[in-house]
C-alpha cells in the first residue's frame, strides 16, 4: 500500500501513504490543502499522527508500551530511572561506563543558583507546588540562557537534575521546614528521597522499598508519546522555545485533571466515597450520569482500549509495597472493589473503560509519605526524559517546521462595524 484515494467534489486526489516501523498506517496530507483547499478536522487530534517519532510506541488495543523497543514489563523490572532517561534522551542503552558518566553530571548538577532559593519565600505556604515547579523551570532559563548546541546537552542535564531539588524545595517550603541540600554520595533517586524527608536533626535512613518504589513510578511514567503535555512541549519547543520554556509550558499542560492532575483526583475522590460509607454502587452510577460531572478518576484512555500496562504494574506493586512495608491503607481495598464493580458494569465495558496509570499510583505515593498535592509533581519529575526525548528530537529533525494547525470558522460572515 503506497496511496490512499480521496474524491472530493468529483474529483480524484491520490495521497501518499506512510507505514512506521509497526506497521502503523498514516495517510500524508500534507499536499492536501495546496492541492484541494481542504483540510482535515479532528477535534482533540484523536485521530491525527503531528510527527514520526522513534522514541515510544504504544498499541492501544493490545496494551502494549515499549521505551526505543524494550517493553515497558521488562524495563520496569530491570533499570534504573536515569538508564531509562538515557535510553529516551539518546536513543539506545547507555554502556556501563557512560551510564556512570550521565550519573556524574546528574550529580554535579542538582544544586539551583541561591538566588533562587528567595523565590520560594515569595510564594504563599499554600501554593500548589505544580505552579511552583513551572514557574520555576521556566526560571532556569534566566540562569542558563545560552541557546548553543553545547549548551542545550549541559542544559537537559542541568532540567533533570534541578527539577528534582525544586520538587523537593517546594515541598519543604510547604511544610515550613528547611531545604536540605542534595548529597553527591546519593544516587538520583534516593538523592530525592532525602532533599524531601531529611531533617537537619535527625539522620535520615533511606528506605531500599521506598527508593525502589519511586523507581518504578517514575520509570512508569517517563514516557507516552503524543499526550497532551507532550505534545504541549512539542508545540511550545517547535516555536523555537528554549527548553526550560518549552517544559514549563509541559508542566502546565500536566497539571489538568483529565491528565497528570488525575493522580491527586484520584486519591480525593476514593477517601470521598470512604469517607460516605463506601457505597460503590452509588459512585458508579454518578460517572455514568450524563447529567452529574462526576466521572471515575484513574478511568479511561484515549488510546488504551484493553488494559493500561502501567496501571496492570503499579496494582501489582502496590499490593507489595505496602506488604513490604507493613502498611495496609483502606483506599487500597476501596481502588480494588470499584475496579471490580467498574468493570463489570456494561456502561465501562461497551466504552472499554479501564483502569489507568494515575488508579493506583497515588495509592504507592501515600505509603511513601509524599502528600496529595504532590502527587502530579512525581507524575512531571517522571515524565521529564520523555519531554526532553521529543523536545529534543523535534528541534534534531531537519524538516521540523512551526506547529500551526487550520481551523474550520464558523462565526460570522462579514459585516460593518
Ligand atoms: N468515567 C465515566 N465515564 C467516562 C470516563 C470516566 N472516567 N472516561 C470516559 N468516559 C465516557 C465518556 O463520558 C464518553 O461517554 P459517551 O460516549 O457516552 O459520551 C466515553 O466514555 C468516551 O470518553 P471521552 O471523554 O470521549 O474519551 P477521551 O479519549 O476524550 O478522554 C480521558 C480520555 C482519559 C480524558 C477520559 O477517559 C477521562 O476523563 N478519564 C478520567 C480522568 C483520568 O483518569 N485521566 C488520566 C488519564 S491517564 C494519565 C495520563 O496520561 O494523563
Known amino acids: 500500500m503506497t496511496t490512499a484515494k480521496l474524491m472530493l467534489d468529483g474529483r480524484e486526489y491520490e495521497l501518499p501513504v506512510v507505514v512506521g516501523s509497526e506497521g502503523e498506517v498514516a495517510v500524508d496530507i500534507r499536499r492536501l490543502?495546496?492541492?484541494?483547499?481542504?483540510?482535515?478536522?479532528?477535534?482533540?487530534?484523536?485521530?491525527?499522527?503531528s510527527c514520526t517519532s522513534a522514541i515510544t510506541f504504544i498499541d492501544g488495543e493490545k496494551g502494549i508500551l515499549?521505551?526505543?523497543?524494550?517493553?515497558?514489563?521488562?524495563?520496569?523490572?530491570?533499570?534504573?530511572?536515569?538508564?531509562?532517561?538515557?535510553?529516551?534522551?539518546?536513543?539506545?542503552?547507555?554502556?556501563?561506563?557512560?551510564?556512570?558518566?550521565?550519573?556524574?553530571?546528574?550529580?554535579?548538577?542538582?544544586?539551583?543558583?541561591?538566588?533562587?532559593?528567595?523565590?520560594f519565600s515569595g510564594f504563599p505556604a499554600t501554593a500548589h507546588p505544580m505552579a511552583i515547579l513551572s514557574a520555576m523551570v521556566a526560571s532556569l532559563s534566566s540562569y542558563y540562557p545560552r541557546s548553543a548546541i553545547d549548551n542545550v546537552e549541559l542544559n537537559i542535564i542541568r532540567l533533570l537534575s534541578k527539577?528534582?531539588?525544586?520538587?523537593?524545595?517546594?515541598?519543604?517550603?510547604?511544610?515550613?521546614?528547611p531545604f536540605m541540600y542534595p548529597q553527591n554520595d546519593l544516587t538520583y533517586t534516593e538523592n530525592f528521597l532525602h532533599?524531601?524527608?531529611?531533617?537537619?536533626?535527625?539522620?535520615?535512613?533511606?528506605?531500599?522499598?521506598m527508593e525502589r518504589a519511586l523507581n518504578l513510578l517514575l520509570i512508569l511514567h517517563a514516557d507516552h508519546e503524543q499526550n497532551c503535555s507532550t505534545s504541549t512541549v512539542r508545540m511550545v519547543g517547535s516555536s523555537e522555545a528554549n527548553l526550560?520554556?518549552?517544559?514549563?509550558?509541559?508542566?502546565n499542560a500536566l497539571w489538568g485533571p483529565l491528565h497528570g492532575g488525575a493522580n491527586q483526583k484520584v486519591i480525593e475522590m476514593l477517601t470521598r466515597i470512604r469517607d460516605d460509607g463506601g457505597d460503590y454502587d452509588k459512585y458508579v452510577e454518578k460517572a455514568k450520569d450524563k447529567d452529574d460531572e462526576f466521572r471515575l478518576m484513574g478511568f479511561g484512555h484515549r488510546v488504551?482500549?484493553?488494559?493500561?500496562p502501567r496501571a496492570k504494574i503499579l496494582k501489582a506493586a502496590a499490593d507489595e509495597v505496602l506488604a513490604e512495608m507493613g502498611k495496609n491503607d483502606p483506599l487500597l481495598d476501596i481502588a480494588k472493589n470499584l475496579e471490580r464493580i467498574a468493570l463489570e458494569d456494561e456502561y465501562f465495558v461497551e466504552r472499554r473503560l479501564y483502569p489507568n496509570?494515575?488508579?493506583?499510583?497515588?495509592?504507592?505515593?501515600?505509603?511513601?509519605?509524599?502528600?496529595?498535592?504532590?502527587f502530579t509533581v512525581m507524575f512531571a519529575l517522571g515524565r521529564l526524559p520523555g519531554w526532553i526525548a521529543h523536545w529534543r528530537e523535534m528541534r534534531n529533525d531537519p524538516k521540523g517546521r512551526?506547529?500551526?494547525?487550520?481551523?474550520?470558522?464558523?462565526?460570522?460572515?462579514l459585516r460593518h462595524w
Not at 163 to 177: D, E, H, L, V
Not at 195 to 209: D, G, K, L, R, T
Not at 244 to 251: E, L, N, P, T
Not at 304 to 308: A, L, M, P, R, S
Open 357 to 374: 496509570v494515575d488508579f493506583y499510583s497515588g495509592i504507592l505515593y501515600r505509603a511513601m509519605g509524599i502528600p496529595t498535592n504532590m
Open 402 to 413: 512551526i506547529y500551526r494547525p487550520r481551523q474550520i470558522y464558523t462565526g460570522s460572515t
Open 304 to 308: 488504551y482500549k484493553n488494559f493500561d
Open 195 to 209: 532533599m524531601m524527608f531529611a531533617v537537619p536533626a535527625e539522620n535520615y535512613h533511606i528506605s531500599p522499598v
Open 244 to 251: 526550560f520554556a518549552s517544559i514549563s509550558a509541559g508542566i
Open 66 to 119: 515499549r521505551y526505543r523497543g524494550y517493553p515497558i514489563e521488562e524495563i520496569a523490572t530491570e533499570a534504573s530511572f536515569t538508564e531509562v532517561a538515557y535510553l529516551l534522551i539518546y536513543g539506545e542503552r547507555p554502556s556501563a561506563e557512560q551510564l556512570d558518566e550521565f550519573n556524574r553530571k546528574l550529580t554535579y548538577h542538582s544544586l539551583i543558583h541561591e538566588d533562587m532559593k528567595n523565590f
Open 163 to 177: 527539577a528534582r531539588t525544586i520538587a523537593a524545595f517546594s515541598y519543604k517550603k510547604s511544610m515550613g521546614q
Open 33 to 49: 490543502r495546496a492541492e484541494t483547499h481542504a483540510v482535515t478536522l479532528d477535534s482533540g487530534f484523536a485521530n491525527s499522527g
